[in-house]
């Protein structure tokens, strides 16, 4: 399933997840790569390249992956039920997926938003190094209020649609969903 033509705000926004993602995507490969050819060649590898692949890239890339994937509309889904029903009642079932994903995203970020005001109070770290991994914690909440927002939305299309002929022309048309 492919998105529609973006808006230029939809893009702007689109831009302001996924640059950030690539940039580190792209950082964290030549951390990687100079890590392993130090390691190599001068037997001296980078400090807490571990530490930093594992507390601080990947969490950025990730979840910037999920909030970018939801609003393309690129989740996978399968749907073998759902092609099924009819095609009266394929919104609904669509609006009831959304609002049930809402709620699960929204206590994600309930739940990680009280995990990462105490990663900050006791100032956590990355395993048994130095190196602060407390501020990664944030990522969490941030993500799945933007998914809880998304699906809010695609819910609200939902039921504000009924007439569209399958979930997945109302959902990358309007906004995606994923059921």
């Known amino acids: 399933m492919t998105a529609p033509p973006a808006s230029k705000g939809r893009r702007a926004i689109e831009l302001l997840i996924e640059v950030p993602a690539v940039v580190v995507a792209f950082v964290m490969m030549l951390h990687v790569t100079a890590n392993a050819l ?12 571990l530490e930093v692949v594992q507390y ?25 039920v759902f092609r099924m029903l009819p095609r009266a009642t394929k ?23 009280g995990e990462a005001v105490h990663a900050w109070e006791i100032t956590m770290t990355a395993g048994v190094s130095s190196l602060i991994s407390w501020p990664t914690y944030f990522l969490v909440p941030l993500a799945f209020a933007s998914l809880t927002v998304q699906f ?16 997945d022309e109302l ?9």
């Open 38 to 49: 130090l390691r190599y060649f001068v037997n001296s590898p980078i400090p807490n390249t």
């Open 91 to 113: 919104p609904y079932v669509t609006a009831v997926g959304c609002a049930a994903s809402a709620l699960m995203a929204a206590g994600f970020a309930w739940y990680g938003w």
């Open 152 to 167: 809010a939305w695609a819910t609200v299309q939902a039921v504000r649609s009924p007439d569209a002929d399958d979930a």
């Open 171 to 179: 959902s990358s048309a309007k906004q995606p969903a994923s059921v």
């Open 56 to 80: 601080w890239y990947m969490p950025i890339v990730a979840f910037l992956g999920f909030v970018a994937a939801q609003l393309r509309g690129q989740h996978i889904a399968a749907d073998l």
